[in-house]
Nanobody, 128 residues
């Protein structure tokens, strides 16, 4: 059974940092690119970042470039999203996602429809 479980969310002040984790089970993380998305209240789900299976390609949304870093530890079956210099408009539920079949590099990484497996999400709130 495929499962993706996010953790690490919380309340942080503007300018602060959080590290999100996405632990996967039910498949070999070695073979899959993994994406991070977020959804704020009343807004569509938007892509944040994606990492290829061998960590040779990392994609970022323009809004998070230079502030967020995606990484992976296949030995721990975990993908991370380090978020620095957080802003109030980063407030959202953050989801990790995987394609339905092994894909090393997502050709279209920023469309939710390209992913079949999703975690339950973790809330990130940036507020003073």
């Amino acid at each position: 059974q495929v499962q993706l479980v996010e953790s690490g969310g919380g309340l942080v002040q503007p300018g602060g940092s959080l590290r999100l984790s996405c632990r996967v089970s039910g498949f070999s993380l070695d073979d899959y690119a993994i994406g991070w998305f977020r959804q704020a209240p009343g807004k569509a789900r938007e892509a944040v970042s994606c990492i290829s299976s061998r960590d040779n390609i990392r994609n970022y949304a323009d809004s998070v470039k230079g502030r967020f870093t995606i990484s992976r530890d296949n030995g721990k079956n975990t993908v991370y999203l380090q978020m620095n210099n957080l802003r109030p408009d980063d407030t959202a539920v953050y989801y990790c996602a995987a394609p339905g079949v092994p894909i090393a590099t997502m050709m279209i990484w920023d469309s939710p429809s390209e992913y079949d497996y999703w975690g339950q999400g973790t809330q990130v709130t940036v507020s003073s």
